[in-house]
């Protein structure tokens, strides 16, 4: 430290009196720690926290529910329209035009497509006093090209303008940086910055989800264990593009397996009756992390909010979609994120079937983009009162209260789970003894759940894009052929 010290006063960084004052404030903050561990008379690990975090954080919010993570309809206006503007004496890229000018058709539409949600609620924070910092290849324009959060001049080299820093004349900085090919190291950068503080939130985003494989040693050393290891909180998110698009085995795949395999929550375990106020929270406190699938702009911008609003901290792991980042039915309504929406943990079935559940021959739990090709499916095949489908979107901690809603509503259906993952991959290995010991020991009923996908592969997915289509078809078909369905 004394080399490093003087090194650093050596080159200007520092002045002597200031190394040697903070130097002395540690030194009197470790002989108050001293003096008031000698006055406890019991220890709990919850109570302890390594962390510099100021007790003010903690003491100040209600730990038994979680604040509304909806905003006022007026701000979402303002921010989508500020995120649709052009800035003044710059010259863009026509193609950026075209993109502006989207924005500005979704802005007056009152619509969000993916990148409108991530403006509106990294936007909202900002405004809030919340530092956003977003990190990894290519995340300034995004993987897909969906995002474009830095304007380049093209007629000034290196002159750039950032929408989201431009807000408000007084809000939190926003920085959102591409990062070096280095997955485990400004993984591990990110996760110390998020535990600097509760107030950022900080995020890191794969390329493709296929490539969090370089960093899994900081993801189980530190992101999955930290917490139990060393109290260490964490709000760290990480966004993993991931889904069968047909592009080959190394482009395919967040691991989702992997982090649900890691959670710390039990399968006999269904904690508590859902009648208690404090049922969510108490949740999310007793597991390690956050693993979820989202399908709609709204519920990416209420799990960011909610990330902020927890009265403590947890990692935050989103299978990020690819084709939906763009696709005409993964849209939501401003009226979907105003004041009184929340996080939907769950999408139930809402059409013909929700109507008639007497009828239902088939309910079809599933999770991620899937869902769109199972419901384009399901519709052209006029079978929509016979199969009801509905979508996980946090699928750790497993959201027992509403999956037993569902299953008591069509007490005569099948039950299955449907995933474009291989059988040993994505969710369903998770998800089978959590829904099965829901069904048996909560509900006494003799069903259990059946699996349909594609079958266990060594390989996350084919590198043969008509193979593809001929698996993501036949899971399509599987799905679709009940028992007596005419008639």
Not at 244 to 261: D, I
Not at 427 to 456: E, S, T
Request: with cysteine.
């Amino acid at each position: 430290m004394k080399q490093y010290a003087e090194q650093l006063i050596k080159a200007g960084v520092v002045e002597a009196t200031i190394f040697d004052k903070a130097m002395e404030d540690y030194k009197i903050s470790l002989d108050v720690d001293y003096q008031n561990a000698g006055k406890e008379t019991h220890i709990k690990n919850e109570d302890w926290l390594d962390s510099p975090w100021p007790q003010s954080f903690f003491d100040s919010r209600d730990h038994a529910t979680i604040p509304s993570t909806g905003v006022d309809k007026a701000l979402l206006a303002y921010i989508s329209s500020k995120f649709a503007e052009e800035p003044q004496g710059f010259a863009l890229h026509k193609g950026i035009n075209r993109i502006l000018n989207v924005r500005r058709e979704l802005a007056g539409k009152e619509i969000a497509d993916w990148a409108m949600a991530e403006a509106l609620a990294w936007g909202s924070l900002l405004k809030e006093g919340i530092h956003v910092r977003l990190s990894g290849q290519d995340v300034e324009r995004g993987t897909f090209s969906h995002r474009h959060h830095v304007l380049h001049d093209q007629e000034r080299d290196k002159t750039t303008y950032r929408p989201l820093n431009h807000l408000w004349e007084k809000q939190a900085p926003y920085t959102v940086c591409n990062s070096s090919l280095s997955e485990y190291g400004v993984l591990g950068f990110d996760l110390g910055f998020s535990m600097n503080s509760p107030n950022a939130l900080v995020m890191w985003e794969a390329q493709f989800g296929d490539f969090v494989n370089t960093a899994q040693c900081t993801i189980d050393q530190f992101v999955c264990s930290g917490y139990a290891k060393w109290r260490n909180q964490s709000g760290l998110v990480m966004l993993l593009p991931h889904g069968h698009e047909g592009m080959g085995p190394e482009h395919t795949s967040g691991q989702l397996e992997r982090f649900l395999q890691l959670s710390s929550d039990s399968p006999d375990d269904f904690q508590s009756e859902a009648a208690q106020p404090s049922y969510i929270v108490d949740q999310l406190k007793r597991t390690n992390w956050q693993v979820m699938n989202l399908t709609t702009p709204a519920n990416f911008f209420h799990a960011m909010r909610r990330q902020i609003a927890l009265p403590f901290r947890r990692p935050l792991i989103i299978m990020t979609p690819k084709s939906l980042l763009k696709h005409a039915e993964a849209r939501s309504t401003f009226d979907d994120m105003v004041v009184g929406t929340e996080l939907k943990r769950i999408y139930p079935e809402t059409g013909p079937a929700s109507a008639d559940p007497s009828a239902v021959t088939r309910l079809v739990f599933c999770s991620g983009k899937v869902f769109y090709e199972l419901r384009k499916e399901r519709d052209a095949k006029q079978l929509s009162g016979k199969i009801a489908l509905v979508r996980v979107e946090q699928i750790c901690p497993f959201p027992y209260d509403l999956v037993r809603e569902e299953l008591a509503k069509f007490p005569a259906a099948e039950v299955v789970w449907v995933q474009e993952e291989h059988q040993n991959r994505g969710a369903w290995q998770y998800v089978q003894p959590r829904v099965n010991n829901l069904l048996r020991l909560h509900m006494a009923d003799p069903r259990q759940i059946r699996y349909i996908g594609r079958i266990a592969s060594a390989s996350p997915a084919t590198g043969n894009k008509n193979q593809h289509l001929k698996e993501q078809a036949a899971v399509l078909s599987a799905t679709m052929d009940i028992p007596n369905q005419i008639g």
